[in-house]
C-alpha cells in the first residue's frame, strides 16, 4: 500500500470524492464510481474509435480505463490539476480543493487507504 504513486492516490481520491463510496452511485446522467457522462462515453469513443456504452461506467475497471484514455490523449503529462479539471471542467476551486485534501488524507493515513483498497476489492 505504502507504494502508491501520486496518481494513484488522486484516482482514489477522485472515486472517493465522485461517488462517496457508493459505486453504483447516480446523479443525473452521471453514474459509477467516477460518475461518468454519456457525453464522456461519446469522447473516448470518438478519439479512440472504441464501442463503450454508457453503462460501461458502472464497472470500475472499465471506468478506470475509459479515465486513464481520456488522460492519456488529454492530459499525458498525468498532470493532477488538469486531470482534475479534465474530469470536471464546470467545477470550481472547492472541487479541486477537496480532492487535495483527500489525497492527503490517503497519503497520510494507512487506514483510510486500506478501507478504500477493501472496499473496491469486494466491488
Avoid at 492527503?104 to 487507504?113: D, S, W
Wanted: charged share 30%.
Amino acid at each position: 500500500v505504502d507504494s502508491l504513486t501520486e496518481w494513484q492516490i488522486f484516482i482514489m481520491s477522485l472515486i472517493e470524492i465522485e461517488c462517496e463510496r457508493n459505486p453504483k452511485a447516480r446523479l443525473k446522467d452521471a453514474i459509477g464510481p467516477f460518475q461518468i457522462t454519456p457525453i464522456y462515453v461519446e469522447e473516448i469513443n470518438r478519439l479512440y474509435n472504441t464501442k463503450y456504452v454508457h453503462e460501461d461506467a458502472w464497472d470500475l475497471d472499465k471506468s478506470l480505463q475509459m479515465f486513464e484514455m481520456m488522460n492519456d490523449y488529454y492530459n499525458p503529462k498525468r498532470s493532477i490539476d488538469d486531470a482534475i479539471k479534465l474530469h470536471n471542467p464546470t467545477a470550481d476551486s472547492r472541487y479541486s480543493k477537496k480532492i487535495k485534501k483527500r489525497m492527503e488524507l490517503i497519503r497520510f493515513n494507512e487506514q483510510v487507504r486500506a478501507s478504500i483498497i477493501d472496499l473496491y476489492a469486494e466491488y
